[in-house]
């Protein structure tokens, strides 16, 4: 799929197949969906498995567990307060669902289900209603008070009111595009490289040692990948917790 | 903070990418209108026979509408796309773009539901109990440094009693020593007194009858001389003398 007629094909990795045969086609299930659903085994191995023994003194997969659980549980009391600890489930599934997606794309012939707009724009939105939800089940029309900060003069409403609503409704899209541009942007580069490798090292023994240099960028991107599939992760949480933040309080 | 420096710089990567892409595009006349649904009856290029099996009549209307949904019909929409520049993330003509979200809300959902329902839960537990236990036993070691102090203290205070009851019992020993010397010493000194007396009597007394004697013996001495002298006896007078010449020399007295 790299190197097509000896042409470099990056996009191709991200098309949709569907998968699981006639059933699969027939409901639209995709290779993403399979990952997706992956991603959750995964995770809920990770934490039925690993706390198996609910030891006081923990095995490696139990601290791995209990290191996710205090982090998220840190950005979140961190970011809401202790009145957040409702919303900690979700935000916790949040960011182990992108991180997830982020570490097995990465994995040879996996998929990158969070290198799809389609897919962060999705999450983005459910993190928009969640938040617009909450902030007027807790606060109702007051809410809207939001769109206009307290003691700023009346005349600048018309000025204020639309700029903040449409920061406010800019969210999802910020949220969305940063995941995606990211994913997309590194995975690129990675087949981009891969490709260079195979092309260069097509061309004889000089060959062989000129697609060393491609491989080094490829090892590199690898572990720099690695650095942004958690970053990633770990941007979508924390701000999902600022936006809850401002549901909850109201700045 | 939360936004990587480098994703500008990448998502021009990608851009240029996309854009080196655009000559190869150029090549075909039209991209097909990205309907989603390719005519079963308009041959797909190359793909047609492999994907499209001979069906019986009776099948037809069913295969019909298994083949719109045909591998080949997600391939060849995706390759029109892809030979188009555009990238698959944008096809929406593609049926699975949408049905990916679908899904994507039908697993995280059911993400969430176990995360708050069977994942979290028993961690939040295991986390409680040490924090229980790590609290409880901190306090065993509070109580144990106090229960260690107060037995230190109990320890500094019997020595300290003890000592104290030594000092006070060598004190009354050697009072008793010195009330025991002193009694001796008083016994002692009474029954020298009592000796110093008695030789003081016993003297007097030697001495009363030595002076008796002398007395005597003057006497005699006197009334012997005087009657050799001048030839009178007179007894009494003699002893007068006598007794008045010692009584002058404040001896006779005694």
Redesign the interface.
């Known amino acids: 799929m790299a190197a097509e007629g000896k042409t470099i094909d990056a996009l191709s990795q991200f098309e949709l197949v569907p998968v699981l045969g006639p059933i699969g086609r027939a409901v639209g299930f995709s290779q993403s969906n399979a990952h997706m659903l992956l991603a959750v085994g995964l995770i809920t191995l990770l934490f039925v498995y690993g706390m198996r023994h609910r030891a006081i003194i923990p095995g490696r997969l139990q601290s791995a567990a209990e290191m996710l659980y205090e982090f998220v549980e840190g950005v979140v009391v961190g970011q809401v307060g202790h009145e957040g600890r409702r919303y900690f489930p979700f935000v916790f599934a949040l960011f182990m669902f992108v991180l997830f997606g982020n570490m097995l794309g990465l994995l040879p012939y996996a998929f990158t289900y969070t290198s799809h707009i389609a897919v962060t724009f999705g999450l983005a939105i459910l993190v928009f209603l969640v938040t617009t939800v909450v902030a007027l089940a807790l606060h109702g029309r007051k809410f809207f008070g939001y769109f206009f900060p307290e003691g700023a003069p009346l005349w600048l409403a018309p000025i204020i009111i639309p700029v903040e609503v449409v920061s406010y409704i800019s969210r999802p899209v910020s949220l969305s595009i940063r995941l995606f541009a990211n994913m997309v942007a590194g995975h690129v580069m990675l087949k981009v490289f891969a490709t260079f490798i195979v092309l260069i090292g097509s061309l004889g023994a000089v060959g062989i040692f000129g697609a060393a240099l491609p491989l080094a960028v490829n090892v590199a991107l690898i572990g720099f990948e690695i650095l942004v599939a958690f970053l990633q992760a770990y941007v979508f949480a924390i701000l999902t917790s600022i936006y809850l933040h401002d549901a909850v309080h109201l700045h | 903070m939360?936004?990587?420096p480098l994703?500008p710089f990448?998502?021009a990567?990608?851009l240029a990418?996309?854009l080196?892409?655009a000559p190869?595009s150029a090549q075909h006349v039209t991209a097909p209108a990205p309907t989603g649904r390719v005519q079963t009856n308009a041959p797909l290029p190359g793909q047609q026979g492999e994907s499209v099996p001979v069906q019986a009549d009776s099948d037809r209307a069913r295969a019909v509408l298994?083949a719109n949904?045909?591998?080949a019909e997600?391939?060849h929409a995706?390759r029109e796309a892809?030979d188009a520049g555009g990238?698959?993330?944008?096809d929406?003509a593609?049926?699975?773009?949408?049905?990916?979200?679908?899904?994507?809300?039908v697993?995280?959902g059911?993400?969430?539901f176990?995360?708050?329902h069977?994942?979290?839960p028993?961690?939040?537990?295991?986390?409680e109990?040490?924090r229980n236990?790590i609290a409880a036993d901190l306090d065993a070691a509070r109580d144990a440094r106090a229960g260690a102090e107060a037995a230190e203290a109990g320890q500094r205070d019997s020595t300290a009693r003890a000592r104290a009851e030594a000092q006070a019992s060598i004190a009354a020993a050697a009072a008793a020593a010195q009330a025991d010397a002193a009694k001796r010493g008083e016994a002692l000194a009474e029954r020298l007194n009592a000796q110093i007396t008695e030789a003081e009597t016993r003297i007097g007394a030697a001495r009363d009858a030595a002076m008796g004697a002398l007395r005597e013996a003057a006497a005699d001495a006197a009334g012997a001389l005087v009657q050799r002298l001048a030839g009178i006896d007179d007894k009494a007078a003699v002893d007068a003398a006598v007794a008045r010449e010692l009584a002058a020399r404040n001896m006779g007295a005694a």
Request: proline share 5%.
């Open positions: 939360t936004r990587l994703a990448w998502t990567c990608a990418l996309l080196s892409q190869a298994e949904r045909t591998a997600y391939q995706a892809a990238m698959p993330q944008l929406f593609n049926p699975l773009t949408i049905a990916q979200v679908i899904w994507l809300f697993i995280f059911l993400l969430v176990l995360a708050a069977y994942l979290l028993p961690v939040a537990e295991v986390l109990t040490r236990r």
